[in-house]
Structure formats: structure tokens, C-alpha cells
């Protein structure tokens, strides 16, 4: 794989899920594994075609964006992903392509939240963490905190694998612990792992940042676990920006700095 450390882009984090996961089998449990591999390469190829065109300025019809999920969709193999995303995108674009304020963004984003759907039904079907490995993975491994929103496992998932190939421990709180409806057991859990990690990250995606929808702001869970974090530790405190490449001002975020690698477990 070819990685540029200042740019982790969501196809080499797709990749890099198809291309590890067997070597996790101890940790993990995963059935269909080759269909599983094979969605997450479909998906690193089929989002190449997007991620570094965020901003085009290119006025594009419904009929020409057709034809760009058409041409992209070649690439992929597995018929009910390309199904999947090709009738989800569509229609959720649709009325998009009637705005007079369309942007080729408001468009995109679509594209990234269907797969990210996509992921989350296939995770939760035939994906499956070992509880009992939760130690093993932490052991004399710097901790770092993963907030998100738990609509984004399978890019979680991709940066857990990323951090252990670079001697780091990722957090991830529904690998281990799954949701539930007590907050109370939540934020206990929470709690202690907060305190146990050294660094923080947030995940800054459309489904975490909701300034897409009108809000301008962070989801409840991440706002709370951001300041938590501050009550314990005042620094290492960085975000991972798959929002909005051109880096939205949100006041919660002002003090942390941009992730660009992961070094011997360390966030540079």
C-alpha cells in the first residue's frame, strides 16, 4: 500500500482492515471472512473516486453524477454492496440535485455515509471482538481514547488496526463494550478508560460533527467524553478530520492539534 503519513485518507484505512484482519483472528472473531475483505477493498476503491474531490467546484447534473457512481461502482465486486450504495446514494441525492446551494460536498458526503451504514450492518452481522483479548491488546502499549459516533465502526475499526500495527492501543468503545441503554454503566465505563489513556483523538466525521444538518455541533456522547478528558489531562488532545478537510471552526475543538501518524503508539 502506498501511505502518505500526512494525509490518512479513508481508502488506505479500508485497505488496511481487508489486508490485517486475518493476523487479528486471535482477537477477533469474523465470519464470511473473504466476503468481509472483499467489502472493506470494494469500499477503499469505490471512495478513491471521491475523497480528494471533496471540493470540486465542477457543477455536476444528476445524470453526470449517475454516471460517476456507475464508473466508481466498476471497480467493486460484491453485488450487494455496489447495490446497496448505488440505490442509497441515489436517492439520497436526489432532492440534493434540486437545491440551487448544492455543492459537490453535499452531494459526497452522502456517498461516505452510506458506506458507513453499509459497515455498520455488516460489523454487527458477522463481526465480533473477543472480550477476553482486551488486556492482551493493552499491555505495555501507549493508550490513546477514540471518540466518535457509533454510526463510524468501520473507520473505527481501521484506525484500532492502524494503531496496533504501530505498537499504539486504540480505545474503541463498542469493540469491547458494546452500546446500552443504561448511561450511568456508560459513563462508568467510559470513565475508567479515560482515565487509563494518555492520549485522546476525535473522529471528526459527518456523523460526529452535525454542523452539516444545521446545528453546528458535536454530538452529546463526544462533547461529554471531550470534557471529561479535559478534567484529567490537559494535553494530547488531537482530531482526525474526515469532515471537513478545510477545517471547520468548532470552539470545543480550538485546542487540539491535527493527528497526522501514529509512531511507536504516539500521535504525531
Not at 443504561?182 to 459513563?187: E, Q
Request: proline share 1%.
Amino acid at each position: 500500500m502506498n501511505y502518505n503519513p500526512e494525509k490518512l485518507s479513508r481508502s488506505y484505512l479500508y485497505e488496511l482492515v481487508a489486508d490485517s484482519v486475518d493476523e487479528l483472528s486471535d482477537f477477533f472473531e469474523v465470519r464470511e471472512i473473504k466476503r468481509f475483505k472483499q467489502i472493506f477493498m470494494d469500499s477503499a476503491a469505490f471512495v478513491e473516486h471521491f475523497e480528494n474531490d471533496i471540493y470540486s467546484t465542477k457543477d455536476y447534473s444528476y445524470e453526470e453524477f449517475d454516471v460517476l457512481i456507475k464508473s466508481a461502482l466498476k471497480d467493486t465486486l460484491d453485488d450487494e454492496f455496489k447495490n446497496y450504495i448505488f440505490s442509497s446514494v441515489l436517492e439520497q441525492t436526489s432532492e440534493k440535485f434540486k437545491s440551487k446551494t448544492k455543492t459537490f460536498k453535499s452531494i459526497v458526503v452522502n456517498v461516505f455515509k452510506a458506506i458507513a451504514n453499509f459497515h455498520n450492518n455488516l460489523i454487527s452481522a458477522i463481526f465480533h471482538s473477543k472480550p477476553k483479548s482486551f488486556s492482551l491488546f493493552k499491555t505495555n502499549k501507549p493508550k490513546t481514547f477514540l471518540s466518535y459516533a457509533y454510526y463510524d465502526k468501520g473507520i473505527s475499526l481501521a484506525l484500532f488496526i492502524y494503531f496496533y500495527l504501530h505498537d499504539g492501543f486504540l480505545y474503541v468503545n463498542w469493540m469491547w463494550s458494546g452500546a446500552n441503554d443504561d448511561s450511568r454503566v456508560t459513563k462508568e465505563q467510559l470513565e475508567e478508560q479515560l482515565s487509563q489513556c494518555s492520549q485522546f483523538l476525535f473522529l471528526r466525521t459527518i456523523n460526529s460533527e452535525l454542523e452539516y444538518y444545521g446545528a453546528n455541533h458535536i454530538r452529546q456522547w463526544c462533547s461529554w467524553e471531550i470534557g471529561n478528558y479535559y478534567t484529567k489531562h490537559k494535553d494530547k488532545k488531537f482530531l482526525l478530520n474526515f469532515y471537513d478537510r478545510k477545517g471547520t471552526v468548532n470552539d470545543l475543538l480550538s485546542t487540539f492539534k491535527e493527528f497526522h501518524y501514529v509512531e511507536k503508539g504516539i500521535i504525531k
